[in-house]
């Protein structure tokens, strides 16, 4: 349907590190606000990447609007498998795959939600391809900060 407020991503993604390794520095929750400038007000209810915890936070793209949202993490299975309920501005599902690739990893990462602001399913209509750049920019700069991450020593 045209102008509806849905994002559908699937994207894979390489990385340095072993599956495991990887997993490793996820774990590290406390962390991602730090690297993420995107994120603000960022917590944690229950353990980190576990089954039942969730995730709160506000998406701050770089455009004039913000989301809250809820991540509800449904299956974790260590080091590979994120299944999560994304809820709040934001309503959908989203995964997260890692698979060994050579001595690192390939990350695939793939969600649909739909917005539910009222005013952003209003823009959707009309600026649609303003609303991609601002969720493009800030996946890419959801991975440049987490390869940043892993490139610091002692993180």
Request: proline share 8%.
């Amino acid at each position: 349907m045209p102008g509806r407020p849905v994002f559908d991503y699937r994207r894979e993604y390489e990385f340095a590190l072993a599956p495991a390794a990887m997993w490793e520095r996820m774990e590290h929750l406390e962390q991602f606000e730090r690297s993420w400038p995107w994120l603000q007000e960022f917590r944690l209810e229950g353990g980190p990447l576990a089954a039942g915890s969730v995730l709160r936070g506000v998406i701050a793209p770089p455009l004039p609007y913000r989301m809250r949202i809820r991540v509800e993490l449904t299956r974790c299975e260590p080091p590979g498998i994120i299944d999560a309920v994304v809820g709040g501005d934001l309503k959908g599902e989203a995964r997260l795959r890692l698979r060994a690739e050579g001595t690192g990893s390939r990350v695939e990462v793939a969600w649909t939600v739909e917005m539910m602001q009222r005013p952003m399913r209003l823009a959707s209509r009309f600026g649609r391809p303003l609303l991609q750049w601002g969720h493009d920019r800030v996946v890419d700069m959801t991975v440049n900060g987490f390869r940043r991450r892993l490139e610091s020593p002692g993180e």
